[in-house]
């Protein structure tokens, strides 16, 4: 079991339902899954495309620990040189170990090595009780070789929790130790 989750059942989860007065542990908010996609709009030649995948998804294998999606897309569109089927990102969702494992890369070893670093933004948060992140570079992580990147591209991580509110969402992150920018002072 990762030590992030022991954490979350050992500590947070009484913290929670005695902040919110929940009964029962089981309505009490917890992190479902994480999703990863980066989206690729270079280069416009097929083949070319095809490699720039490739290189995608080994990285977030790497990344992940699992083997990512393609997505495709649904429609052709000419102004963008894009066929239906074409290849248009890579996504994968983590669930269970790998996602503990993950969030607790993602808080303790990646975000600390962002230049400049102040905090995530304290409303990302979808109105639905699930936190949005955007990271610029990918190499934040250390597993990636910057030498076999062609391109520093950003990625989207979606953090999907049980509950619909944001509030509690946001308690949630913070007792797991999410780096939220600090509150201006009025």
């Given at each position: 079991m990762s030590n992030l989750k022991a954490f979350y059942q050992a500590e947070i989860l009484p913290k929670l339902t005695k902040e919110f007065k929940i009964d029962n542990a089981f309505a009490a908010p917890k992190l479902q899954k994480?999703?990863?996609?980066?989206?690729?709009?270079?280069?416009?030649?097929?083949?070319?495309?095809?490699?720039?995948?490739?290189?995608?998804?080994?990285?977030?294998?790497?990344?992940?620990?699992?083997?990512?999606?393609?997505?495709?897309?649904?429609?052709?569109?000419?102004?963008?040189?894009?066929?239906?089927?074409?290849?248009?990102?890579?996504?994968?969702?983590?669930?269970?170990?790998?996602?503990?494992?993950?969030?607790?890369?993602?808080?303790?070893?990646?975000?600390?090595?962002?230049?400049?670093?102040?905090?995530?933004?304290?409303?990302?948060?979808?109105?639905?009780?699930?936190?949005?992140?955007?990271?610029?570079e990918q190499i934040i992580f250390p597993e990636i070789n910057y030498d076999t990147i062609e391109r520093i591209r950003s990625l989207q991580v979606n953090f999907v929790t049980s509950t619909k509110v944001d509030e509690q969402a946001f308690r949630l992150f913070e007792l797991l130790g999410m780096p939220f920018e600090k509150e201006e002072s009025k």
């Open positions: 994480i999703v990863l996609n980066i989206g690729v709009s270079d280069p416009q030649d097929p083949r070319a495309r095809k490699q720039v995948i490739e290189n995608i998804v080994t990285q977030f294998e790497i990344i992940s620990g699992q083997k990512p999606q393609v997505t495709l897309a649904t429609k052709s569109i000419a102004g963008f040189k894009l066929r239906e089927g074409d290849p248009m990102g890579v996504m994968v969702t983590l669930r269970g170990a790998r996602m503990w494992d993950f969030l607790t890369k993602l808080i303790t070893i990646a975000l600390p090595r962002v230049k400049d670093f102040r905090g995530v933004s304290r409303v990302a948060f979808d109105g639905q009780g699930n936190y949005n992140l955007g990271l610029e």
